[in-house]
């Protein structure tokens, strides 16, 4: 049976199918209802904008984006987002997809948490980045009726405290690699729930190379 959330249509083929088990199956509740939304703030994004994009990606992207936070495929030292992204690309490649939505899918992945680039990249990736940004952040809050985020939260939860419960997430997903959280937006949540943990700084890297001059 057809879902509709918002307007939203969601992808109910086989593969997408798969995607939401396997997803619910690994990710604690919180993540789990976390990339639903992402997915249908992102699709709502593209509306908006007028980005024509593949829903069974974008929907692959965003169920998959947080996947590098939890076992099986968190590593010990990939950052937590190549991780997602290489989930998902193989989850894709073992259903024969080809190879550059592939590829559109891991960017969208990998740069989730790189602001400023992906809004330049095909719609894919720029609307996964543009659902998570919404989600967990906020942003452009108000592009979106009370009556969208109503919906989508009715279907999906934010559940209490959503606000401290990601950044645990994040944390928990994180801490014990604390290297792949140099220069990006993770070394906050670090600096924030780790008192052990030391902040690289990029100035101290290149002042202290091995380069004589």
């Not at 699709?43 to 965003?62: I, S, W």
């Not at 990939?78 to 073992?94: I, K, P, Q």
Request: proline share 4%; aromatic share 8%; with cysteine.
């Amino acid at each position: 049976m057809t879902k509709i959330i918002a307007g939203i249509t969601i992808p109910d083929s086989k593969l997408a199918r798969e995607v939401d088990e396997l997803v619910r199956d690994t990710e604690s509740e919180l993540l789990y209802h976390h990339s639903n939304r992402v997915f249908l703030f992102g699709a709502l994004a593209g509306q908006r904008r007028g980005l024509k994009v593949d829903q069974e990606l974008l929907y692959v992207g965003a169920m998959f984006h947080d996947m590098g936070l939890q076992a099986p495929y968190a590593s010990t030292s990939e950052r937590f987002e190549v991780d997602g992204a290489n989930a998902a690309a193989s989850f894709l490649r073992a259903h024969h997809i080809n190879e550059r939505d592939v590829e559109d899918v891991w960017d969208a992945i990998a740069l989730h948490t790189t602001p400023g680039i992906p809004q330049h990249k095909r719609p894919v990736v720029a609307l996964v980045t543009a659902g998570v940004e919404m989600d967990v952040l906020g942003l452009e809050y108000d592009s979106f009726t009370a009556a969208q985020r109503h919906e989508v939260c009715a279907h999906h939860p934010r559940g209490h405290d959503f606000k401290n419960g990601i950044i645990d997430a994040f944390a928990a997903g994180t801490i014990k690699r604390p290297e792949t959280t140099f220069g990006n937006v993770k070394a906050d949540v670090l600096a924030l729930r780790d008192p052990t943990y030391h902040r690289i700084n990029f100035c101290d890297v290149i002042l202290h190379s091995k380069w004589p001059e």
